[in-house]
């Protein structure tokens, strides 16, 4: 059975770090487009940022370029999402996602990823 998990939310300051892991069990994400996505109360779920399959491009919201990274670890099977510079406006469910096939049109749209995890709660107090 494929499992995603997410970890290492928790709660910091504005202008603090958090490193939230994708790890997987059953499945292989080595070589799939992997989404990280956040959902605040009240809003949709959005795409954050992506990592390709084929070449581990990488994707990112405009609105977390320049403070968020995204990695594989492949001998781990995890994707990371490092998050620098955390404003309040980051907190949210944070889940991730992988999608079977190596091709996408949309690395943000919810509906091209096959897998999600049950999500990993991120806090940022001012």
């Known amino acids: 059975q494929v499992q995603l998990v997410e970890s290492g939310g928790g709660s910091v300051r504005a202008g603090g770090s958090l490193r939230l892991s994708c790890s997987a069990s059953g499945y292989s994400i080595r070589s799939k487009l992997v989404g990280w996505f956040r959902q605040a109360p009240g809003k949709e779920r959005e795409g954050v940022a992506a990592?390709?399959?084929?070449?581990?491009?990488?994707f990112f919201a405009d609105s977390v370029k320049g403070r968020f990274t995204i990695s594989r670890d492949k001998p781990k099977n995890t994707v990371y999402l490092t998050m620098n510079n955390l404003k309040p406006e980051d907190t949210a469910i944070y889940y991730c996602?992988?999608?079977?096939?190596?091709?996408?049109?949309?690395?943000?749209?919810?509906?091209?990823?096959?897998?999600w995890g049950q999500g990993t709660q991120v806090t940022v107090s001012s």
């Open positions: 996602a992988a999608r079977e096939v190596p091709y996408f049109s949309r690395w943000y749209g919810t509906s091209e990823y096959d897998w």
């Open positions: 990592i390709t399959a084929t070449d581990d491009s990488t």
